[in-house]
């Protein structure tokens, strides 16, 4: 029971921070997970006591992340880079490990020897894309600095992991050949590699082939497909091999398959995508979630005596590696096709932030070595922790100096208003087209919904609009019976139906309750001079419809409507599009209950639907095709609108 606690603290831990994070957006993400992390462990409850399982945790949460990085690459993009790829991904790698590790041995040899020094280097020398992203959202940074640090942080796990096992096992045995551990890193690294590929073609065949048989398979391939990572990453392990690259490349692998079925399967691909977004989301925040959480008790075992040195320790590692990944690409070890080369230089020493794979690989240092206790695992944690912080406090302090902000060409507010006119523009055509019928009512009613969704309600517009529009159906019921159209005792019923619906919904004037009362005690006077005459008129609560009499309150609670539409369409503005169309639900909801037994035409609804969704796309592009707004304003529209379309579509299944 406390393992479930302690899971559900953590994801609310995560869940509390991206909403910090959204209203106060200018701190990293990855800060308020750590700070939420240290408040998780101030609780007093033994569900934080959190005992860390490396290989687990590498299982279900490093592999997964792993998985998801590599089937959002571009093949073609990775092919065609190889060569820099390499170059930061094993060449920048290995000379970080040996360098910072003969620094550290150099600076402590009674502490650090060769091995352990190399040990710490390997651990500090994966980076984070999505620790960088989280700092350069708002920001304008270069594609090619953006492009080489994803692959980067895809790749240098794996040589970060690999560097490490080979320290382990040189610090086990004592012993180091050259000739062997260039083996084994070339079985393990390219080995994963292969493995991988295999596997990953193997799944994706299966998935092909359900594919061809089934048409309705998301609920056998999105299983599968969350399933990959682990059953890989196990069964590469198992092999010896690395279990990160295999991830990887199989991730990879699946990326073709997304490139060859980009128009199809669409359902299967959105729900995938979606998944594997909150998966990706959750997973990382949970990791800097841990982190916060391991730091106090990190902490509590490290003496105040030795904190400093540990501090100072973390600088210069992290200045080492920084300074390294600066000549590394000012010097043209590695091709990122700069046209800026100092300032690009300077970008990707400061995207060298490290983040999940340096925490993971920290934790996965064993406890025993040789059955001995590891005395320098709590400190080598420490030092990690302390150079993730430094990295993303210098990241986020260093890129905006050096980068621009972001600016879209338009406002959150324009984007709203020209949704709002869209949706405008496909129901007045809507209206305008054909005859009416009830079916157009509930699309037009649903349309509504597009607009309200993204504009604050103002409360008392709505109330005026509310009260003119009660005093336009009184009006309406009077003419009709002026008219013949309906009975007095139509007329009686359908003035305290009205008023007591209008009540519910809306708070009235002086003068509004003065026509309200007028209405009432003139229908009380007709009541009354028919009873004088002798004739039955009995309307009352007792007043009971017919299937046939509702149908017929309907048509007049529909030629009500059309008065109140006239008034609403003659006064309906951008900035009261939300109040207007919160009268017109009001008032088709009322006559739905009318219309409750009565069959409409789910054909008919499906295609006024696609209709209107065609409509909206027309008129942003008849706008953009006047110059009326930017491409990257329809564009944001286009996939509003497309999206409002896919919902509706997901609905009908």
């Known amino acids: 029971m406390e393992m479930i606690l302690g899971i559900v603290l953590l994801l609310t831990a995560v869940v509390a921070a991206n909403v910090v994070h959204l209203v106060y957006p200018k701190i990293p993400l990855s800060i308020y997970q750590i700070i939420a992390g240290i408040l998780l462990a101030s609780l007093p409850t033994e569900a934080t006591n959190f005992t860390m399982h490396p290989e687990l945790f590498m299982m279900v949460v490093i592999a997964p992340l792993m998985f998801n990085d590599g089937q959002n690459q571009s093949f073609r993009y990775l092919s065609s880079n190889i060569r820099s790829i390499l170059s930061m991904t094993v060449g920048l790698a290995l000379v970080t490990v040996l360098i910072t590790g ?86 393990v690294f390219f080995g994963g590699i292969i493995f991988g590929a295999v596997l990953g073609s193997l799944l994706i065949s ?22 990959t990572p682990i059953v890989v990453y196990w069964l590469a392990e198992e092999l010896h091999l690395s279990g990160i690259l295999a991830v990887v490349a199989a991730g990879v692998v699946h990326s073709i398959l997304y490139d060859r079925m980009r ?51 973390a600088f210069a590692i992290y200045i080492i590696t920084t300074l390294l990944r600066f000549l590394w690409v000012r010097f043209k070890f590695v091709n990122i096709q700069s046209t800026n080369l100092n300032r690009d230089s300077l970008l990707m020493a400061l995207g060298g932030i490290h983040g999940t794979i340096t925490l993971a690989l ?17 400190s080598m944690i420490l030092i990690a922790a302390i ?4 990295s993303i406090a210098v990241g986020a302090i260093g890129y905006p100096i050096i980068l621009p902000p972001k600016s879209k060409s338009y406002s959150k507010s324009e984007f709203q208003k020209e949704l709002i006119k869209t949706v405008q523009y496909a129901i007045n055509e809507l209206r305008t087209s054909e005859k009416y019928s009830p079916e157009k009512a509930v699309v037009i009613d649903q349309l509504s919904s597009q607009m309200t969704q993204y504009h604050e309600f103002n409360r008392n517009v709505y109330s005026q609009l509310m009260g003119k529009a009660h005093q336009i159906e009184l009006a309406t019921l009077d003419r009709l019976n002026e008219e013949g159209r309906i009975s007095d005792k139509e007329a009686k019923f359908l003035v305290n139906f009205v008023t007591r619906s209008i009540f519910r919904v809306n708070k009235h004037s002086f003068l509004e309750l003065w026509v309200i009362l007028w209405h009432r005690l003139k229908w009380r006077f007709i009541r009354y001079r028919h009873l004088k005459k002798g004739s039955r008129y009995n309307v009352g609560p007792k007043y009971q419809l017919t299937k046939e ?52 035409d789910t054909d008919l609804i499906t295609s006024l639907f696609i209709e209107a969704f065609q409509l909206e796309h027309s008129y942003v592009q008849m706008q953009l095709a006047d110059d009326r707004f930017s491409q990257e304003l329809a564009n944001a529209l286009n996939e509003q609108i497309s999206t409002d379309e896919l919902v509706y579509t997901q609905s009908l299944d």
């Open 102 to 187: 003969s620094f550290l041995h150099w600076l402590q040899p009674e502490t650090f020897s060769l091995a352990l020094a190399f040990m710490l280097a390997a651990i500090v020398t994966p980076t984070d894309a999505v620790a960088v992203k989280s700092i350069t959202t708002n920001m304008k940074v270069p594609k090619n600095v953006n492009g080489a640090l994803e692959y980067e942080s895809l790749f240098n796990d794996a040589s970060g992991i690999v560097l490490l096992d080979l320290a382990l096992e040189t610090y086990r045995s004592g012993q180091f050949s050259l000739s062997h551990g260039i083996w084994i890193f070339v079985y």
């Open 206 to 227: 299966l998935r092909t082939s359900l594919m061809r048989k089934h048409v309705d398979i998301g609920s056998i391939v999105i299983p599968i497909n969350v399933m």
């Open 263 to 313: 128009l199809t399967s669409t359902k299967v691909q959105m729900s995938t995508t979606t998944i594997w977004n909150i998966i990706s989301d959750a997973l990382n925040g949970l990791v800097f979630v841990l982190l916060g959480v391991m730091l106090p008790q990190v902490l509590g075992r490290t003496s105040w005596q030795n904190l400093g040195a540990i501090v100072a320790l």
């Open 362 to 378: 920290a934790f996965s240092l064993p406890v025993l070595i040789n059955n001995h206790q590891f005395a320098f695992r709590n």
């Open 387 to 390: 150079v993730i912080l430094i």
């Open 549 to 600: 009499q509702r149908a017929e309150t309907a048509e007049i609670l529909e030629i009500i409507n059309r008065e109140i539409d006239k008034y609403l369409h003659s006064i309906e503005t951008p900035q009261n599009a939300n109040e207007v169309a919160m009268v017109r639900r009001t008032y088709f909801q009322r006559k739905r209950f009318f219309l409750h037994d009565i069959s409409m």
